[in-house]
């Protein structure tokens, strides 16, 4: 379907099918192509294009507040995905989160499967994962730092998210003990930014988010290695040196000249909604809203992966725990957080109305309760099954999910490839 709409109302996963006027106007070699880049959303907008036209066919659709210029159909609304009701018990209504009112940035394109991505999101976190580890290490040699070099790998994950919001985060949780501190930045950065765009955030904040989450914990680039990654729990002593992580890393961006809501996050990150967190006991909305975004990120991230003292939660375990905490999180952004991973993560292993088991591969886009999942056993025999794709959305009525089930429980090991695969 093709629209025109103002230039001012084009965001980032719209397919731009052309622009009004002349070419010479507009700062494109092509005049066809799905919107990813948000430099090229800056250049639309700084450009003398007045209108553009837009295949909502292949891109995100126009749902700006603002009427189209002209339109063959009405503007579609997007659907607000269903909430578990325990979930929703779980979270305690919170003060109204500020939201500013420029352009939202869209929660994400869904171009094809989580599987489709994966391929893609693997080599940007590669990439990734090597810019952080090269950051940290020039730091460490005392060699000038340019922050700007971050830009592109944040906007390089940023655009992985857009295009599906769960194959980075999914791909991330999977990590060895050496490359943790790295693959965690990514993770988080990855996070926060599909966290950023559920709530709607404008671009620049999803932009603010993302650099945040990959640098939030440069600080530990300072700390003693034995702390670091010392197998087993920390002595109150070393708990402390862990702890200066937040104002160490503040020094450091400051000394790099980093932007006030990267430093603010930094220094933010561990701190809790009921005031109990570190460094500075801040409570509520005392605490910024990307450093709180950061806050439920950042915890996810380290109980749902492989740590060097412990083995890992599955996602689904790890928001039913981090449910629990009362007054650890923001409950706002927590319910923000759930709808962006699902209540059932990819990743999870659940039963099923039949007994059968089954691994969840990808979420529905508009119900919590329906993802798609992989059947892969029987858990009245005991016995393997072959595998089955099943779209729990269009199951037969009565076909769903009973509860979610602990894979150590079954001995079940590499449940990632049920989830990986086409
Ligand atoms: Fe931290």
Known sequence: MLKKITSDQVCLGMY?????GSWIDHPFWKARFLLQNPRDLGKI??????????????????????????????????????????????????????????????????????????AQAAEVSTHAKYQVARLFQDARLGKAIDLGEMDAVVEQISASVLRHPSAMISLTRLRTADEYTYIHSVSVCALMTAVARQMELSTAEVQAAGTAGLLHDVGKLLT????????????????????????????????WQASAETIDVCRHHHEKFDGSGYPDGLAGTQISL?????????????????????TAWSPAESIRRMAEWTGHFDPQVFQAFVKTLGIYPIGSLVRLSTEQL?????????????PKVRVFFSSRSRTPLPQRLLDLSRAPAGERILRRELPEEWGFRN????????
């Not at 449940?415 to 086409?422: D, G, V």
């Open 224 to 255: 003693p290695p034995e702390v670091l990654n010392k197998p087993g729990r920390l002595t109150d002593e070393e708990f402390s040196v862990m702890k200066r992580h937040p104002e160490q890393g503040v020094a450091l961006l400051q000394e």
């Open 16 to 20: 731009i099918h052309g622009f009004e």
């Open 415 to 422: 449940l990632e490839r049920l989830w990986q695969q086409a």
């Open 358 to 370: 089954a691994v969840v591969v990808d979420q529905h886009p508009d119900n919590l309760l329906t």
């Open 290 to 310: 990307l450093s709180r975004i950061a806050a439920v990120c950042d915890v996810y991230d380290a109980i749902s992966s492989t740590r060097p003292y412990k």
């Open 45 to 118: 907008r700084d450009s003398a294009v007045t209108a553009v036209w837009i295949d909502s066919s292949k891109g995100l659709d126009c749902r700006a507040a603002a009427p189209a210029v002209a339109s063959e159909s009405p503007a579609s609304s997007a659907a607000t995905p269903a909430m578990s009701p325990a979930v929703v018990a779980a979270a305690p209504v919170a003060a109204p989160v500020a939201v500013a009112p420029s352009v939202k940035a869209p929660a994400a394109v869904r171009l094809g499967s989580c599987q489709q991505e994966l």
